[in-house]
């Protein structure tokens, strides 16, 4: 979710560099807004401008940063160099999991030997998933109720013990890589699946937790994009999804394409913009066929959105500063995960709404998930790291991340069973 294009769409230059900004006043925040869509600069924000003495960090051209540090200067607006030379340090991270890739190259993506210290390729969390439908087929079942645009089908797999008295049981989703290139997401699923795959009939809470529920994880929404970040360095930052829009640019922003004050704060009309809205809402094949799932499954009572990066629990509005009616039930639930996961490693994630703690932003799934399906626990949850490395996280922080995450879905699944609606 963070670290997205508010401008022209371009791919990892030599020489960007990535700056973290520090406005001290409301004026400094005004004018970095004002950047956000200023014609002819190609300011990518990793965090965008949003509260005075919160961060901005923005990934600047070298064409246009003698323009931006003048304004920096003549604002009053310190700074520090957060990456020196992006596309080194793209190929960096490539590179490193490339070599943490090398330990088990050539076997196939089976559950007994998966590792889940790496990132992966869609085709091998494809494999991976099948799998694990065939290895756990008392639990496990693999679905498709969504399509991409260039005609993938949206692997969604189930795991819960089918309901012996025929009744529907509560049910929680679960999707990561709407945004393609944060990678963190999907991986950081996958090992939250194998744990409730392997842990169950052994560990009492998963047991309960897969006899009482139904839970929906979608590894990859965004599988297009996701397979672009992986076939060069200079698409690794990709973010929207891979469908054919008027004139020279390609794709929607999938988080900014859903039915709820679409079109709105936090989204462009320009079809180059890493933030483009779509033509109209639903206008994708992707958003399109989850939305109709979720509105079909009232029994769906949690929707957990993951992202990275900036270490967040997010809840409902990010288009208005209006609390939710069922705010201080959603805090209450955000706080009981954030510390499960907390204890774990001693990672702080903030919790709050968008609009407070992070920026404002409309037409995004958790907020439709809560104004349209009726999902009150519905959050968009932000990975490592708080923007040392952003996207870009290094693959010995996966284990880590997935570790911490895994103990808040238990609590979000427990907190459903003792807190029913």
Known sequence: ????????????????????????????????DSLVFMPGMELDFWKPPSHVNQSVDVQVPRKDLPVVLDLLQRHSIPYDIMVDNLRLAVEKHMEDNHKARSRTAGRPARVDDFD?????????????????????????????????????????????????????????????????????SPATVLYAIDQFARL??????????????????????????????????????????????????????????????????????????????GAAPFSEPETRGISDFVLNHPEIKVYLAMHSSGQLWISPWGYSYARPPDYHL?????????????????EVYRVGRSIEILYAVAGGARDWAYDKAGVIYSY??????????????????????????????LKVGQWILDHPY
């Open 116 to 184: 889940f210290s790496v990132y992966h390729t869609w085709d091998e969390i494809d494999a991976f998933i099948t799998d694990v439908q065939l290895t756990y087929p008392a639990i496990a079942s693999l679905s498709s109720y969504a399509a991409t645009f260039e005609g993938r089908p949206i692997q969604t797999l189930k795991l819960g013990k089918p309901s012996t008295s025929g009744e529907t049981k509560p049910a929680i989703w679960i999707d990561a890589a709407i945004h393609c290139r944060e990678w963190i």
């Open 380 to 409: 968009t949850v932000e990975l490592r790291d708080t923007g040392r490395y952003g996207h870009l996280l290094p693959p010995d922080q996966i284990l880590p991340t997935a570790e911490e995450i895994f103990p808040a879905y």
């Open 330 to 346: 959603q805090n209450a639930m955000a706080i009981a995960a954030e510390s499960a996961s907390r204890a774990v490693h001693g």
């Open 1 to 32: 979710l963070s670290a997205h294009r508010w401008g022209k769409t371009t791919l990892s230059r030599p020489s960007d560099q990535v700056l973290r900004l520090h406005p001290g006043t409301q004026d400094a925040v005004a004018m970095l």
């Open 200 to 277: 169950y009939g052994s560990d009492p809470t998963v047991t309960r937790l897969l006899d009482e529920l139904d839970w929906y994880f979608t590894p990859v929404f965004n599988i297009d994009g996701y397979i672009y970040t992986w076939s060069a360095p200079e698409n690794r930052l990709w973010r929207k999804n891979r469908s054919a829009q008027p004139g020279p640019c390609v794709g929607v922003d999938l988080n900014r394409n859903w039915d709820t004050h679409f079109a709105e704060t936090g989204a462009s009309a320009d079809p180059c913009s890493l933030i483009y809205h």
